[in-house]
């Protein structure tokens, strides 16, 4: 495996990062974890876009252009012979002195790693995956703004200490005042179980980051003439919901089968005319950007 390190592709084992890098010495850092179909970034200008926004909330200046970024991912993807994969990009403060102050770093490390997709296991495309609702809190806006994609994750990481210990496969954060926020990877949506089908998912003001996955099922949704509402939401809402599912790049829609032990769901119509849905959308985009020609899609047949 080949990866890209600040302006080199390399082997895998040959990357070093030095141990004075502030993304391993504090976190300090930005990253964006993207899914490729075909050989084609699936929303790559988004991801790029939230990549920019996340570094400029630390006041980060990305190395590259959005432009160079591009042609950096899609050379990786090609060192790869990769068309179906995972993409994370990460940028870190760089290395420099300990201490916390950013000026001490004069150089961000700007790193690729393109790999495989691990499948997941049937059941969670069959039956859904199993969440938990954690007693850790997602990081209130005020002091860490869940809309910063950082390198720093121990908030999720604790949510999923806990979420395993109770045998499920993701958790739930709530918010600070006790609202639904999101998983520690992916955004939550849930249909209504009160009068008209509603599809219901936290809004950004409740302290999420803003999924692309979700804007695309949001966008999805509106085509099909469903109601969405963005609100805040409690974890009665869930138990009394008649569908549930998350969403995230690398996911794409998932349904939950059960809550806790204390409430179990069955794939609804909803969920399964989303999943659907989605890749359609993903299909779609993959073929436009193939037609927009090799100055977009970078990567020859
Ligand atoms: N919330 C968190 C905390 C995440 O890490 C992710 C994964 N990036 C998501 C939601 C889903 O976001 P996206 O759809 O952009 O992958």
């Known amino acids: 495996m080949n990866v890209y390190l600040n302006g080199k592709i390399l082997p895998v084992g040959e990357a070093r990062v030095s141990v004075l890098d502030h993304g391993f010495l504090y976190g300090d850092g930005v990253y964006e974890t993207m899914r490729v179909y075909g050989g084609v970034v699936f929303m790559l200008e988004e991801h790029l876009g939230r990549l ?150 936290p809004s950004v003001s409740c302290g999420i980051l803003k999924g692309i996955t979700r804007d695309v099922v949001i966008g999805l949704a509106g085509r099909l003439d469903m109601k969405v509402e963005e609100g805040e939401f409690t974890p009665g809402d869930l138990y009394s919901a008649r569908e549930v599912f998350i969403t995230s790049t690398i996911m794409e829609v998932l349904p939950v089968s059960g809550i806790d032990g204390k409430k179990n769901f069955s794939v609804g119509g909803v969920t399964k005319l989303l999943m659907a849905e989605y890749r359609k959308e993903a299909a779609s985009y993959v073929r436009d950007t193939k037609a927009a020609g090799p100055s977009i899609w970078g990567f020859s047949e």
């Open 52 to 201: 920019e926004r996340s570094a400029s909330m630390i006041g980060l200046a990305l190395p590259k252009s959005p432009d160079g970024i591009k042609n950096a991912v899609y050379e990786t993807l090609e060192a790869n012979g990769l068309k179906d994969a995972y993409l994370r990009v990460t940028v870190s403060r760089g290395e420099g002195a300990v201490g916390l102050d950013p000026d001490l770093c004069q150089v961000p490390t700007f790193f690729i790693y393109a790999g495989r997709l691990k499948p997941y296991p049937r059941r969670f495309h069959e039956e859904g995956i199993r969440l938990s609702i954690v007693n850790v809190r997602r990081n209130c806006k005020e002091a860490l703004d869940p809309e910063i994609k950082s390198l720093n994750f121990l908030n999720n990481i604790l949510a999923k200490i806990e979420s395993k210990r109770a045998g499920a496969d993701e958790a739930l954060m709530l918010n600070r005042e006790g609202f639904l926020a999101e998983g520690t990877v992916s955004n939550i949506f849930f249909v209504s179980g009160e009068g008209e089908n509603a599809l219901c998912t």
